[in-house]
């Protein structure tokens, strides 16, 4: 019967005026991920709402709109109602990179979507088959000059991170690796795993196994500064890749128009809870860095990663037809 | 650790009461998933996974793998009875299943599905308790040009599935080949023949196809027949619910031949899990069968090996996820996510680090199995009852729980305009001869098929000799030509003497 | 004696040419490739040629076999779709209630005439049952009722 009335509310809410923060949440709150259940951007989303459930004392619910690279979900986020009742949890994939890499993209993320902070950074590593002679970054580059278009890198597939990341590398180093594309991030670690293709840039965490089983080996990783976790990994910017960067983050959005006041006080409390040490726990669990940000430097950070992506997609004539 | 001592271990983990309890929770709800057509396991995973942060891991995954398998017992039974798959692998059930409903014999193929699906599953446990390791290794070694031969053998022998004219059963898995190639491509990111719609971006889900055609055209065609087919109510005894002397006779057989086919697929990450170890149980069980023309009206073998497989691989796809962290498919990974979401890396380390997770889950696999099959037999009696609700008033409910389940699946209402749009389209196309079976085939093995080959030569550079020069692909490629060979010397060999062809030939033509 | 054709056999092979054609043309400007690098076009185009040449086959075999052209029973195979488009259509708008009552009625017309009483008993109790059972017992969020145009 609740649930009748609500439905009722639902109907009802598209009349009345936008919600304010001081009575908001004043029902469900669901949070949007583009991709299926398990991956990393879920569990983001699931841990904050898990969190805010218990801060907001009313449910927020993951809803998985898979599909279509992301389109599905972005598009029913940008025309959701703005009351702070749907938030979205997305990647690179869904704010940097689908705009450069497809002709058409039925949403506009920098126009649709208020970024509201970082989740979690997933780092990315440069990762060997064990097989391979490579012991460092440099012995890769090494072999990849001295016989071009012999080795090659496994992806997630076309316009993933894990494709255009390699591309960066073979772009600033002048290296020609082909690439070979799997369906997902999974089965292209398991390929690393077991020789099919030489290299592959695979997040942290889903290579681990293959670390602990002796098949993988990190050559290097993919970001600003060391990894906590793995401290004699060193960056490629310092093994002398310039500035290749990227993590496989997931962030948190509320479709344009929500109240600024309501993306505030969900701001507010998010980070709260990324700031705590229990946070920071559950993340540095699963491989991932909890990254709370200010809301003006998430922005920021995006549009510089829109303009590189743009550069690298376009260099290195990545398109999806 | 000995093995005894992880058993122990394992015994007494899943035999605490709170593990007892979201084991039995697991299989019911995975039972009522797998009953009901649409909805399958992984949606119904996904719905229950905020459950899993309010219980401790071993819990958790006890429960989402109990849904997992459960869902394996229930699919069978709407497949028998109404010829409506509850999953993607129980289509196949369909084939002899339901016309063994049609004769009366519903009971007795309900009960030899739930001891084919407790058996199968109860072997492939066997192998993951002592072989894991190494077989997750072998598994994690098959390469892409493993991957396309064993599709290639796939194909071949499945043409037996076919049950009509040759020329049309092969019209007709062109057709699910071609409709696996609706979506992004793998290899270039191109999108094809999804005329600019995103929601075919990921291509059509097998779901939608099987519940078009087995389901909605089964009840259009009864309908039209004016019920013929369907709801012939029978008196349901204990002696209609039991197998026949012969029945049991022919089920021994089938169970082992299943049961290895489907614990072998499942092994494999990234095989489509249960419905290709079903298909391809299937289409043994036909070729090793002496009486192939049978198959299809209601032979036992038909539903006992393949009920076996898609358990054994449902349990045997297991291995590769425990024992190494690499999830087989969307349901693996999310028990992987789960695994995260409780702070547990998944891999080696699982075994040797959190041994009461992995042999607790590994027992409970047996304890949730033993449940299945005691909450499943007396239900048999209630399921049969289905078949006496009249007809008239059981297809619109069957049509109603169609839209349901598949519109659960995503949510999507595309997928249900979709049934709509497929079940019209393939009535009319089955009427002219296509049929279900090898479509559904080649749409499941056709994208695999396409993948594998366009990376395997990306990989060689071009060099065909790829296939060849990997034992495992060679000895897959050279049984395809085997059996081809065999295949064609069926169709040479009627010049033999004329009494024998044409004797053979009447008791084919008094079989049908 | 059915005409060669309008035989079963004959419509089947036009039906499979068309279908295999369309798609070798549909897909011949996705791009080859090469054997090293197969285009995305490759594999649709070699399989709807394979398509229409079983369709050229199966033509030749309905010289022998002039089956005739089964009979389609019209009513369920129009309203059986139309229930579940309507489902389809009303379930965002109206919530499963409604949707499901239109579902359960059309598609009990498929048969014959009007709903008679038995039907219209089936649809207020198989309705809520289901909602029951998908929204509360399996949690997929759906409304029972909505108003959404």
């Not at chain 3, 897909?27 to 070699?46: I, K, L, N």
Request: net charge negative; charged share 10%.
């Amino acid at each position: 019967m609740n649930k009748l009335l609500s439905a009722a509310a639902v109907g009802a809410a598209c009349l009345a005026t936008p919600a304010f923060a001081q009575d908001w949440p004043s029902q469900t709150v669901t949070i949007i991920v583009p991709y299926a259940p398990g991956g990393i951007a879920d569990i983001a989303a699931r841990t904050v709402a898990e969190a805010m459930t218990q801060e907001w004392g009313q449910e927020v619910i993951v809803d998985n709109r898979t599909g279509g690279a992301g389109f599905i979900a972005a598009t029913a986020v940008a025309q959701a109602e703005p009351d702070g009742h749907t938030l979205f949890v997305a990647d690179m994939g869904v704010n940097v990179i689908n705009p450069s890499l497809f002709d058409e993209v039925p949403y506009d993320p920098a126009a649709d979507f208020i970024p509201i902070t970082m989740i979690s950074d997933t780092p990315l590593v440069l990762a060997a088959h064990s097989g391979t002679p490579f012991e460092t970054v440099g012995d890769y580059f090494e072999a990849a000059r001295a016989a071009p278009g012999e080795l090659s890198f496994g992806s997630a597939g076309i316009g993933s991170l894990n494709h255009i990341v390699p591309e960066w590398i073979s772009y600033e180093m002048d290296l020609e690796v082909v690439h070979i594309p799997y369906r997902g991030g999974a089965p292209a670690a398991t390929a690393v795993a077991s020789g099919e293709v030489e290299v592959g840039v695979l997040a942290l965490s889903s290579v681990g196994p293959f670390v602990d089983s002796g098949d993988i080996r990190i050559l290097g990783v993919a970001r600003e500064e060391r990894v906590e976790s793995n401290p004699d990994v060193p960056t490629l910017i310092e093994s002398g890749v310039p500035n290749v960067a990227a993590g496989q983050w997931a962030g948190l959005f509320a479709p344009t128009g929500t109240p600024e006041d309501v993306v505030g006080k969900i701001h507010t409390d998010v980070v709260a809870f990324l700031e705590s040490d229990e946070a920071a726990e559950t993340f540095g669990a699963r491989g991932a860095i909890v990254s709370p940000m200010a809301q003006e430097d998430f922005a920021a950070m995006l549009d510089t990663l829109r303009g590189q992506f743009a550069t690298i997609i376009d260099a290195a004539g990545i398109t999806a037809e | 650790m000995g093995l005894i001592e992880s058993l122990e271990l394992g015994l007494v983990t899943a035999l605490t009461l709170e593990n007892l309890f979201y084991c039995f929770v697991g299989v019911s709800v995975g039972m009522i998933v797998g009953v009901l057509p649409g909805i399958g396991h992984l949606a119904a995973i996904s719905l229950l996974m905020p459950l899993t942060f309010h219980v401790p891991a071993t819990a958790a995954l006890v429960m989402l793998a109990g849904i997992y398998y459960g869902a394996q017992y229930g699919g069978s039974i709407a497949s028998i009875l109404l010829n409506l798959p509850g999953t993607a692998s129980s289509a196949v059930i369909c084939l002899d299943g339901y016309p063994m409903a049609q004769k009366g014999r519903a009971g007795s193929a309900l009960m030899i599905t739930t001891i084919a699906s407790f058996f199968g599953s109860c072997v492939a446990i066997i192998v993951l308790i002592f072989l894991a390791p190494p077989l997750a290794r072998i598994a994690m070694n098959f390469q892409s040009a493993d991957y396309f031969s064993m599709m290639v053998l796939g194909l071949v022998a499945a043409g037996s599935i076919s049950q009509g004219k040759p020329a049309m059963g092969l019209a007709s898995m062109l057709l699910g080949l071609i409709i696996g190639l609706v979506g992004i491509d793998v290899n270039s990111g191109a999108m094809r023949l999804t005329f600019g719609m995103p929601e075919l971006m990921d291509g059509v889900s097998i779901i939608v196809i099987a519940m078009a055609l087995f389901g909605v055209t089964e009840v259009i065609a009864s309908v039209g027949n004016g019920f013929g087919a369907g709801g012939k109510s029978t008196t349901v005894t204990w002696g209609t619910l039991m197998p026949t002397r012969d029945e049991w006779r022919q089920t021994p057989w089938p169970l082992v031949r299943g049961a290895a086919v489907g614990t072998g697929v499942g092994l494999l990450p990234g095989t489509g899990g249960g419905s290709m170890a079903s298909f391809m149980a299937y289409a043994v069980e036909k070729r090793a069968s002496r009486r192939p023309e049978t198959f299809g009206t209601g032979n036992v073998a038909g539903i006992t090996a393949p009920e076996s497989a898609n358990n054994a691989a449902a349990q045997s796809a297991f291995i590769p996820t425990l024992t190494l962290g690499i999830p087989g498919d969307a349901i693996m990974a999310l028990m992987l996510g789960a695994l995260l979401i409780h702070g547990i890396a998944p891999g080696p380390r699982v075994v040797t680090e959190s041994p009461d997770l992995f042999w607790g889950l590994v027992v409970s696999f047996l304890i949730g199995n033993l449940m299945l099959l005691i909450l499943n037999i007396p239900l048999i009696q209630l399921w049969v009852r289905i078949l006496q609700i009249p007809y008239r008033l059981l297809f619109p409910a069957i049509i109603l729980l169609i839209c349901v389940g598949v519109y659960s699946l995503e949510r999507s209402v595309f997928d249900v305009l979709l049934v709509a749009g497929m079940s019209a389209v393939g009535f009319v196309l089955m009427r002219l001869g296509f049929e279900a079976a090898p479509l559904l085939l080649g749409f499941i093995l056709g994208p695999m098929l396409e993948e594998n080959l366009r990376r395997s030569l990306l990989l060689s550079r071009g060099d065909p000799m790829i296939f060849l020069e990997r034992p495992v692909s060679a000895t897959f490629l050279g049984l395809s030509v085997l059996m081809l060979a065999w295949v064609l010397w069926g169709v040479v060999r009627p010049q033999r003497p004329a009494d024998e062809t044409t004797t053979s030939k009447s008791m084919r033509e008094s079989m049908k | 004696m059915t005409s060669y054709l309008g035989s079963k056999d004959a419509v089947a092979g036009l039906v499979t040419m068309a279908i295999g054609a369309g798609v070798a043309i549909a897909a011949s400007d996705y791009g080859m490739g090469t054997p090293r690098q197969m285009g995305p076009g490759f594999f649709p185009v070699v399989l709807g040629g394979l398509m229409a040449f079983v369709g050229v086959l199966i033509l030749f075999g309905a010289l022998r076999d002039r089956e005739a052209l089964p009979d389609v029973p019209w009513r369920p195979l129009v309203v059986m779709p139309l229930a579940i488009l309507a489902f389809a259509l009303l379930l965002p708008r109206t919530g499963l209630g409604p949707a499901g009552v239109v579902t359960v009625l059309l598609a009990g017309m498929a048969q014959r005439g009007r709903p008679g009483v038995s039907l219209w008993l089936l649809a207020a109790l198989l309705v809520p049952a289901v909602w029951l059972l998908f929204a509360r017992l399996l949690g997929v969020p759906v409304p029972f009722i909505a108003w959404t145009f």
